[in-house]
């Protein structure tokens, strides 16, 4: 019982899947370079990686750094003009690589 009740709650949320633009969020992620290197492996053991991440892990993680629900005081900054569109682009094109 417990089952169909999640079943149809989940099929009565509204949701939106946006697709990023995987040259677009190459074109962004310059900014991020510095510290998740230029193909989005770090050269450095304090910054995580993000080639080959999921898209929809990055997406949640940049969206909350923008907004406050995990809080870094260097990517505060650096995600604060993002919008969703763009965070969806960075996370398309950072989970397209190998």
């Not at 009740?5 to 995987?22: E, N």
């Not at 962004?28 to 898209?55: F, R, Y």
């Not at 919008?83 to 989970?95: G, H, K, Q, R, V």
Request: glycine content about 8%; charged content about 15%.
């Amino acid at each position: 019982m417990k089952q169909i009740i999640i079943l149809m709650i989940c099929a009565l949320v509204p949701f939106s899947v946006q697709a990023g633009d995987i040259a677009a969020g190459k074109t962004i992620s310059v900014t991020c370079m510095a510290c998740h290197g230029a193909d989005g492996i770090s050269p450095n053991d304090l910054w995580p990686n993000l080639a080959g991440q999921k898209e929809g892990y990055l997406t949640k993680q940049i969206a909350a750094f923008r907004d406050g629900v995990r809080e870094d005081p260097m990517m505060a900054p650096m995600v604060a003009p993002l919008t969703d569109a763009e965070i969806a682009d960075l996370a398309a094109y950072f989970s397209s690589l190998k």
